[in-house]
């Protein structure tokens, strides 16, 4: 790997930055309060962050206030994976932490949210406006019943109709759950059903990419199929009236009632999400109020260097772990910003529109828009004033070479771009944006602190410099304290700690850098194996999808019965193009040039589309299985994938084959 010596960073934080960021002010308090190093930058209080893991999360308990109503035993009674036991004893509650900026006088009417549509017209909301219709409608499910524990849920967009709803249920200790209004019935009901929700606010559509969708054929489904449910909310976003036996939004936040924050267990369930799923029904996954209070204070606070005065906007839905992380923006007193609509409306520039309207400091997206408007040929920098953002982030997949350097030679060539990596399994990051280290094209900056990031062999040994699976050795707060209907724990142990008991194996392949940034490869259950050679299936994506040819691509590698091995890779073509002996020559001429002969595909053939799950990950192991002629009813569950007709065509493609 190379050394640092002969390395010229993409961007370096001046000292001036070095010195504002809130990190180096916690390092220097930690190393005054709790013995963390003084001298050595982020590595040393890395390293100190998981050698002493109390004491470091203790330190972060301390540094940002946590107001604990009974204290707590000691940090860490059981640090066992999974089963790790935090902060025992002690009591809280979330939404009192993430609405503590309403009771400052001095902000207390500064916006907590603004709300964008695709009108790109910013509507704030105040902290204490926020504040009091979570007070409002926290005594209202209270006086409908809902008591801690039992789960509330949400069909809604990203609006902030939906931030008071979650933070109401937080509010009650009742555990919030949500879908975006895009998924259909079915895939509401693969996740509600399983969690049994006694309320449900839905939306009676939503509008995207200028149109209005209506959705109230699918709420009334919803409403049938699901018996548990005590009450529906109806919010009017398209101006419908109430349907009968619905409550009115505007009634159930009407009132002016201080909110009262039920006081519970750390391990207390907050919220449940969901994984993709890809075969069988979603992982239902479980994460504490605790847990998450302290790793997305750690995470926005510290990493993401945000607090009193940011802005805070990252693209996402309600269906995606990015919506619990960008809401929780208000534990540090950020106005977090919502935008509702699509992602390109009315054109590929709209994200940066509405960073320059909301006056975004910190603007998240994913590797996709960011590589997009590459081809697209938008020019941030020149076309919108976005002098106030200081980071630029993504995730969902890896950002490739190209996409920093797109970033950095057309948004601002001092830009803090960071390219981050987690999962829904723990709403967090594993590795990503640290504001004090410099920016290496292609890698994400380190391993974030309190995570004991790892790179094994098979043979569970640590490699530097080569690849191996992403492992997480030591337990984070946030890592589920498990799954919804899985009373053995069974499910939960088979998904993250099969291979190496006792280690969280997430199913990435990542390289560690001598210098402690990090590269992802890509899942490692698709992982393409060739002659022994490893190679994530990112990496080939970035590759074929620099050729404007293409829109998008996805490769599978297939160990055959006889030994052998089929690498097709299939190309979803731009408009116009067409799938020639030229194009082949020089997809396959990229590929062996840009990465490796060993995996230049055997076959390239075009197809009418890619399938995704619900939240924009392209699927490979199901098609992989497809492929391997599992039946497609066995090989997927047809409520976690975008474009079920789109599989068929590849069941077609292992049909022909045989």
């Known amino acids: 790997m190379t050394s640092a010596a002969n390395h010229a960073p993409l961007w370096q934080p001046d000292p001036d930055r070095i010195a504002a960021a809130r990190i180096t002010r916690f390092q220097a308090w930690a190393a005054e309060h709790h013995g963390a190093p003084a001298e050595g930058g982020y590595q040393a209080l890395h390293r100190w962050s998981v050698e002493e893991l109390e004491t470091f999360w203790q330190a972060v308990a301390e540094w940002f206030e946590i107001r604990f109503s009974t204290p707590y035993a000691r940090v860490l009674g059981d640090r066992s994976m999974p089963g790790a036991q935090w902060f025992p004893g002690a009591t809280l509650n ?75 249920t937080a509010a009650v200790g009742a555990v919030w759950t949500s879908c975006a209004p895009d998924f259909g019935a079915r895939s509401v009901l693969d996740r509600f059903q399983q969690v049994e929700p006694v309320v449900l606010f839905t939306v009676d559509g939503y509008r995207y990419g200028g149109k209005e969708h209506d959705r109230t054929g699918t709420v009334a489904e919803l409403r049938r199929e699901l018996p548990t449910l005590r009450a529906v909310v109806h919010i009017p976003l398209l101006g419908t009236e109430a349907p009968e036996g619905t409550l009115d939004w505007s009634a159930v936040t009407a009132g002016d009632t201080e909110p009262v924050f039920e006081q519970v267990p750390f391990d207390h369930p907050l919220w449940v999400l969901y994984s993709s799923g890809t075969t069988g029904l979603p992982k239902a996954i479980v994460q504490s109020q605790g847990g998450i209070l302290l790793e997305h204070f750690k995470q926005i606070g510290l990493h993401c260097d945000l607090g009193p005065g940011d802005r805070f906007f990252w693209y996402t839905s309600t269906g995606w772990m990015m919506w619990n992380f960008l809401v929780s923006g208000l534990l540090t007193g950020t106005t977090v910003v919502l935008y509702d609509g699509s992602p390109g409306y009315p054109d590929t520039g709209a994200q940066w529109r509405v960073a320059e309207r909301t006056g975004a400091t910190l603007f998240g997206t994913s590797a996709a828009y960011v590589m997009a408007c590459a081809k697209a040929d938008v020019h941030p920098g020149r076309d919108f004033d976005l002098s106030r953002v200081k980071c630029v982030a993504t995730t969902g997949s890896p950002l490739p070479p190209d996409g920093f350097r797109w970033l950095h030679d057309e948004v601002a060539d001092d830009l803090w771009i960071a390219s981050v990596s987690g999962g829904t399994d723990v709403c967090s990051c594993f590795a990503g944006a640290v504001p004090t280290l410099p920016v290496e094209i292609g890698e994400l900056q380190a391993a974030c602190l309190g995570t004991d990031l790892r790179s094994w062999d098979p043979e569970g040994k640590p490699v530097v410099g080569e690849v191996g699976e992403l492992v997480v050795t030591n337990p984070m707060p946030s890592m589920p304290i498990r799954f919804w209907n899985d009373p053995d724990g069974s499910r939960y142990r088979d998904s993250y700690f099969e291979m190496y008991p006792g280690v969280w194996r997430h199913g990435d392949w990542i390289t560690i850098t001598d210098r402690g940034s990090v590269i992802i490869h890509g899942r490692s259950d698709s992982t393409l194996n060739r002659q022994g050679v490893r190679m994530g299936s990112a990496d080939i994506y970035e590759v074929v999808e620099r050729l404007p040819e293409i829109r998008e691509s996805l490769v599978i590698g297939l160990e055959e019965p006889d030994g052998g091995y089929w690498m097709p ?78 599989l068929a065509f590849y069941e077609d493609i292992a049909r022909n084959r045989t």
């Open 569 to 646: 890779l299939f190309v979803h073509l731009a408009e116009g193009a067409a799938l020639d002996d030229g194009l082949r020559a020089r997809i396959k001429q990229s590929i062996r040039e840009n990465l490796s002969p060993r995996h230049v595909p055997d076959d390239i053939i075009e197809v009418p589309g890619v399938p995704h799950t619900l939240t924009g990950k392209r699927i490979e192991v199901p098609v992989k299985r497809l492929l391997q002629g599992t039946p497609l009813a066995k090989a997927v569950n047809p409520g976690s994938v975008d474009n079920l007709e789109l």
């Open 94 to 168: 979330y939404a009192e932490h993430a609405l503590r900026t309403a009771e400052d006088p001095a902000r207390a009417h500064d916006p907590a949210l603004l709300h964008v549509d695709e009108t790109h017209e910013p509507v704030p909301i105040s902290w204490s406006e926020l504040r009091r219709q979570v007070g409002a409608l926290a005594a209202e499910l209270r006086a409908l019943g809902v008591r801690p524990g039992d789960r509330v849920s949400g069909y809604l967009p990203n609006i902030p109709q939906a931030v008071t709803a979650f933070l109401a």
